[in-house]
């Protein structure tokens, strides 16, 4: 809303048309490819960062419930998985406006993002908490 000459007025706010879903795949898939290029099991991961398994899962396939609705895991907990992964939070969200034409775009881009996040990750040292896996999915 925008208040102008006393009266309010209602203002379309095309921010609200942001596609989230797309959005909080790409957050997923960069959780998941940055543990597996480390080499962490959901787990190690998830104990480590403090989470449960089944949120660590829920984030990487960008569910917030059983119920299959959009994941939206806090900053908190991007932090706390960026950390115990030893690499930027910046890593882990997506560049851009997550607008209707994002999931293409993304889609389109992900082979260069798994490079770009694998050159990060080898810049990055594990940090000693965490105990890679030979086992890791």
Do not use: F
Not at 46 to 51: H, T, Y
Not at 110 to 115: A, D, F, H, P, T
């Amino acid at each position: 809303m925008r208040i102008g000459n006393g009266e309010r007025q209602v203002v379309a706010e095309s921010h609200l048309d942001l596609d989230w879903s797309a959005y909080a795949e790409e957050i997923g898939r960069r959780v998941a490819a940055v543990r597996e290029l480390r080499n962490v099991s959901q787990t190690e991961l998830a104990n480590v960062a403090g989470l449960s398994r089944s949120m660590l899962q829920n984030i990487e396939r960008s569910r917030s419930s059983p119920k299959e609705s959009d994941g939206n895991p806090s900053i908190r907990k991007l932090y706390e998985i960026a950390q115990a992964l030893g690499v930027p939070v910046g890593v882990l969200l997506p560049g851009g406006v997550p607008r209707a034409e994002y999931r293409s775009t993304a889609e389109a881009s992900w082979s260069e993002l798994k490079v770009e996040l694998a050159d990060v990750v080898g810049r990055h040292p594990l940090p000693d908490a965490v105990r890679p896996s030979d086992r890791v999915s």
